[in-house]
């Protein structure tokens, strides 16, 4: 399996709607446990309107068809979602590589 780098860039003034979706959105995020062959790894907020994903999974297609089903995405707050595969060298995350 590999790792893979996602970026959410929040829609415009999105920031009402997310709240209100937001814990839809957590719960979901935290069911990512590699059972339905994506696993989530690492989620956060980067400011106030970006948000960065680490997810495990076999390709980035794989990847992409989960987070069709993210809230966020079901709520359009999100303009654009940038999936990248990502190798970490060193640190806490070098055994996934």
């Known amino acids: 399996m590999s790792l893979f780098r996602v970026d959410y860039l929040y829609a415009a003034d999105s920031g009402e709607i997310r709240d209100e ?3 839809t959105h957590r719960t ?12 989530l790894v690492a989620a956060g907020p980067i400011g106030s309107e970006e948000a960065m994903l680490i997810m495990q999974a076999d390709e980035g297609e794989a ?11 079901e709520a359009g707050v999100i303009d654009l979602v940038t999936v990248r ?7 806490e995350l070098a055994h996934y590589a």
């Open 63 to 73: 990847v992409n068809e989960v987070l069709a089903q993210d809230p966020f995405a």
């Open 21 to 23: 979706v937001r814990p």
């Open 85 to 91: 595969a990502w190798v970490p060298a060193t640190g």
């Open 28 to 39: 979901w995020l935290n069911a990512l446990d590699g059972s339905h062959g994506v696993k």
